[in-house]
């Protein structure tokens, strides 16, 4: 069934198995003509995929190697000649290129892909060469452009947030949002007080503690984490997003690999049986009420979406932005990306709009999230990424103990405000506490690998879409405070 009433009243045909290309990078179901595939099932090889889905093959930026070869080549030339030119289209080759080089290097090594080296590699190794002057400088101000000048980032942010609440579906919301709603909130409050109480304590700053290592951490993701969180802080301070960047990412970077270790120990603990109290572990069910998980079921997404409907899902969220700055400028005191979070809550919540507009709105999001986050990710990192303020970050051990500690403490509140609600505790510490710790797609595919229960990835999409807008809704509020 596709997203755009162009194909209404037209008998599709029924399903078929899914079927793979031997050097494809993602699976697929057939989809009616007219009609575009949605991805079903990411994999790299014959492991989930950890980031973006790309066999350990000959294919990078999903292009066979030979022809990725004959693209990069032109545009390294261009940029080495200072011919490389300085508009939209030149920033998302420029990006979609060097994004997907860096997954495709990540993935290659074992064990390490699982813990989000391609991220890592995305996010700090264009920084890195551009720090040591290894990056052409035409390369470099094209990028800088693209993400700051022409917009990208709020094209990016603003296409997740969009697609990520109107995608959600209404009864679902209603049903199971305030159930779930306990382990999430709770858990974002109780870690954003106690992370802050520690940090006052130990002289990093309350404030300081929950926007800089709280706030990013647990946003569920970057593309509603750090990224609009610098906009934010930049635009109160005055300053310069890329002054609050290289913490942010660090942030996030490391609590990523935190989750995993917790994770982990977690299926160890499951291997062994053992239940430590009444509710503790349940094996992989998140309720443990009997004849109640219909609650918390999130429906598949649709196997296709059409261009029109992609092109409605570009103007929905491109609307919506445009009503966020609106608001912003006539009543300050809170960033556009929260007004916009506001406005598309009201629409989904009152059902202000047709359901295949809704639809392709989410078909929009999905799309972002699908191909435009690894050129977001090497943009970000070569417009605001400083390799010295990282290093310094890194080499400071109370920004990693308060990291540390931000994680533990979102897995153990979400686990015991899950448990009052007659969740399992581990289950529930997983999704929503690690889930929310994470880096968001790659971090939940991680975690839930690691953990044993790939099958928690329907709540792990719930976490992330009301998860990661709270957040960020709740730091907008929190940022008039930063000095």
Known sequence: MTHDHSLEGKTLPPPTH???????????????????????????????????????????????APLYLVFAGLVLAAALTGNLPDTMVVGFATTMLLGGLFIWIGNLFPVVRDFGLPTVLCTFAPATLAFFGLMPENLVTVVQNFIDGHGFLDFFVVGIIAGAILGMPRALLLKAGPRFAVPIVGCLISTFVLVGL??????????????????????????????????????????????????????????????????????????RKKQLFVGFNGHGQLLRIKGRSDELTVPPKRDTSSFIALGKGLLIAGSLFVFGNLIAALIPGLHPYAWAIIAAAAVKIFNLLP???EDSTADWGDLIGAVLVPALLVGVSLTYIDITDVLASLSNPLFILLTICTVIIATLTSGILGWLVKFNFVEASIT??????????????????????MHLMPFAALTNRLGGALVLFVTSLIVPFLS
């Open 355 to 357: 359901q295949d507009v």
């Open 18 to 64: 899914l079927s793979t290309d031997s050097e494809s990078s993602e699976y697929t179901s057939p989809g009616p003509a007219g009609g575009i595939d949605h991805p079903v099932t990411k994999t790299v090889g014959s492991r989930p995929g950890t980031h973006y889905p790309g066999r350990l093959g000959f294919r990078i930026s999903s292009v066979p």
């Open 198 to 271: 520690l940090a006052a304590a130990t002289g990093f700053g309350f404030i300081e503690g929950i926007l800089f290592i709280a706030a990013p951490i647990m946003a569920g993701g970057l593309g509603v984490g750090a990224l609009p969180m610098s906009e934010m802080y930049a635009a109160k301070t005055g300053g310069d997003s890329a002054a609050f960047m290289g913490d942010l990412m660090s942030a996030v970077v490391m609590a990523n690999v935190v989750c995993i270790l917790i994770a982990g120990i977690y299926n160890g603990l499951g291997k």
């Open 432 to 453: 929503p506490g690690l889930v929310m710790a994470d880096t968001g797609g790659s971090g939940d595919v991680a975690v839930l690998s690691a953990a044993n229960r």
